[in-house]
């Protein structure tokens, strides 16, 4: 059976540019996770004010205006605050992880 041109079993481009766009994406996923992480102090941060961003965020979530988000402040390569807040889905279902890959 011929998988070429014309055979009817050709991806639908749709699907096509979905499956690039996430192979794109695994390597640059891979790599993040290897950004070292420290303290947002020695990356010259506030050590108070990060507090401030799960308590905001889950108001935003209480709200409706989204169900999670995931939060990363960096600077100079260093992770100095990553954070998974809400869920995936409307449903509240499915935690969010902070290796979530978002997509509209």
Same mark, same amino acid.
């Given at each position: 059976?011929?998988? @070429?041109?014309?055979?009817?079993?050709?991806?639908? !481009? @749709?699907?096509?540019?979905?499956?690039?766009?996430?192979? !794109?994406? #695994?390597? +640059?996923? +891979?790599?993040?996770?290897?950004?070292?992480?420290?303290?947002?102090?020695?990356?010259?941060?506030?050590?108070?004010?990060?507090?401030?961003?799960?308590?905001?965020? /889950?108001? /935003? *979530?209480? $709200?409706?205006? !989204?169900?999670?988000? +995931?939060?990363?402040?960096?600077?100079?390569?260093? #992770?100095?605050? !990553?954070?998974?807040?809400?869920? /995936?889905?409307?449903?509240?279902? *499915?935690?969010?992880?902070?290796? $979530?890959?978002?997509?509209?």
């Amino acid at each position: 059976m011929s998988m @070429g041109r014309g055979s009817g079993t050709a991806l639908p !481009l @749709g699907r096509m540019i979905c499956a690039l766009a996430l192979a !794109l994406c #695994i390597p +640059v996923a +891979v790599s993040a996770r290897r950004i070292a992480a420290s303290s947002p102090e020695s990356l010259g941060f506030s050590a108070k004010r990060p507090s401030y961003i799960r308590p905001w965020y /889950q108001a /935003q *979530i209480a $709200a409706g205006a !989204l169900p999670g988000a +995931v939060v990363a402040i960096a600077r100079d390569g260093q #992770i100095a605050y !990553l954070e998974a807040v809400g869920t /995936q889905d409307w449903g509240k279902r *499915i935690p969010l992880r902070t290796d $979530a890959i978002f997509w509209r």
